[in-house]
């Protein structure tokens, strides 16, 4: 699946996809709305509009704990390996938007794929 070049997230994804290899699926996703900007998907078979809107369903579950537990925090991270994925999400630092890469997990770095998100998630 496409993404649409010249827009923010699109760069994103873009960006994201020149310097990780292994990448199945990219999606931003404005946090408001739940709806995404923008997804990219190496295979037919794995749509990233369903996993990012999932996703939210994570990121809100973890925004609830932090708030059932009444700590002063907020999500930077979030990852979930599977056997053959590994799932990472973090939020825009104003907060209204979500990243979500998906990678093979086989050669998957966890502080490369971090690094080079954090890259490229700067300007949305």
Same mark, same amino acid.
């Given at each position: ?7 923010? #997230? ?15 699926? +990219? ?23 369903? #996993? ?59 502080? +490369? ?12």
């Amino acid at each position: 699946m496409g993404y649409s070049k010249g827009t923010l #997230a699109g760069d994103f994804i873009e960006g994201v996809l020149s310097e990780l290899t292994g990448a199945i699926a +990219i999606g931003v996703v404005e946090i408001t709305a739940e709806l995404s900007m923008d997804t990219y998907s190496a295979r037919n078979d794995f749509d990233p509009d369903v #996993a990012s809107a999932n996703m939210m369903e994570t990121i809100k579950a973890m925004q609830q704990t932090i708030k059932a537990l009444q700590l002063d925090d907020s999500i930077k991270d979030i990852f979930i390996t599977l056997d053959t994925q590994v799932h990472f999400m973090t939020l825009s630092r104003s907060g209204k938007a979500l990243f979500y890469v998906v990678a093979e997990a086989q050669g998957a770095n966890l502080s +490369i794929m971090r690094s080079v998100i954090r890259k490229y998630a700067k300007g949305i």
